[in-house]
């Protein structure tokens, strides 16, 4: 065997697809956040559920996060393609094929949704179903690339999932599960437009309509401090219905003013200061909403274990 042909086994060979790179396809950091909220939604929910079921209907809603990421990453691998931030991901680097992807992502969505239905009840099966294909239809094949408000709309796939943990449990949808959908919801916004502020010339690249491409950084920064005006009473506002507490409330006011003050610092910057520091107050805030959701959801976890140990009423 020529030295040449040894070098194309080895390329070849490390090209193949690896078990790491479907789990990649899968969005697994994302699919990370789409379970704890959904465990949240699951915990909180009025009646309680076996341990067995819940353990089943996390997963399945995990499968369905998964799916959906498996068909965003088929069709924007044009895109992704061009940008830093996400051209080593399976299907443009060339690890995984488009078609595998593919198949993966509609498998995976009919598993999911077919088997939180038998192990629930259709209502949360149905919720899973429209997430998917809000997603991966709504999202990723119309909003982001035709309007710069691609990630106001499209930030409903993403709060869906404490309401379908919800929904596994009592079968439908009330005030606590809206309000959860929206913190997701307006959280979204603020997120990832902080995260656009630095990384404009990629979506500039990719021709994607972010708001910093198509309004610029100064609007961008407006909208980002509108928003999380808005988020505030919405967070904080859950922490006065059945599943909220001292817990929740407290860490809400705290997260929430810490959120302001990161937002307005954004607020106040121009250009020339941004780029002077790196971006520095951008990323800040950015990091920061990283943390705000989990906290959020966390304490809604330390209300419920308060009441299930008989230390709070409800």
Do not use: C
């Not at 090209?15 to 379970?35: H, I, N, Q, T």
């Not at 808005?230 to 817990?247: E, H, M, Q, R």
């Not at 997260?255 to 003050?261: G, K, P, V, Y």
Request: glycine share 10%.
């Amino acid at each position: 065997m020529t030295d040449a042909t040894t070098n194309t086994n080895v390329q070849a060979a490390e090209g193949e697809a690896r078990f790491g790179d479907y789990v990649a396809l899968l969005k697994p950091r994302v699919m990370s956040l789409v379970v704890f909220t959904a465990l949240v939604g699951l915990v909180v929910a009025p009646g309680g559920m076996s341990p067995m079921i819940g353990f089943t209907a996390i997963l399945f809603i995990a499968l369905g996060a998964g799916a959906s990421g498996a068909l965003n990453m088929w069709y924007d691998a044009d895109i992704d393609l061009i940008m830093k931030r996400t051209r080593g991901r399976p299907v443009p680097s060339g690890r995984v094929e488009a078609g595998e992807a593919l198949s993966v992502g509609v498998a995976l969505s009919a598993i999911s949704v077919a088997m939180l239905g038998l192990a629930t009840n259709w209502v949360a099966a149905g919720l899973l179903a429209f997430t998917i294909f809000f997603y991966a239809v709504i999202y990723t094949m119309w909003l982001k690339r035709a309007t710069p408000q691609n990630i106001v709309i499209g930030g409903a796939a993403g709060a869906f999932p404490p309401v379908i943990g919800w929904a596994a449990v009592t079968g439908d949808v009330s005030l606590e599960a809206v309000l959860m959908f929206g913190l997701i919801f307006m959280w979204t916004p603020p997120h990832f437009w902080a995260l656009a502020l630095f990384m404009k010339a990629d979506y500039h690249e990719a021709k994607v309509p972010m708001l910093t491409v198509t309004h610029g950084r100064p609007e961008t920064r407006r909208q980002i401090w509108i928003y999380s005006l808005l988020l505030a009473p919405v967070a904080i506002g859950l922490g006065l219905t059945s599943i909220g507490g001292p817990v929740y409330l407290s860490t809400a006011i705290v997260l929430n003013a810490i959120f302001l003050r990161h937002a307005f610092a954004v607020r106040g910057r121009d250009e020339a200061m941004a780029e002077a520091d790196g971006y520095a107050a951008e990323k800040r805030l950015f990091r920061f909403s990283l943390y705000y959701l989990f906290l959020h959801f966390g304490a809604l976890l330390g209300d419920a274990g308060l009441r299930m140990t008989g230390l709070l009423g409800g």
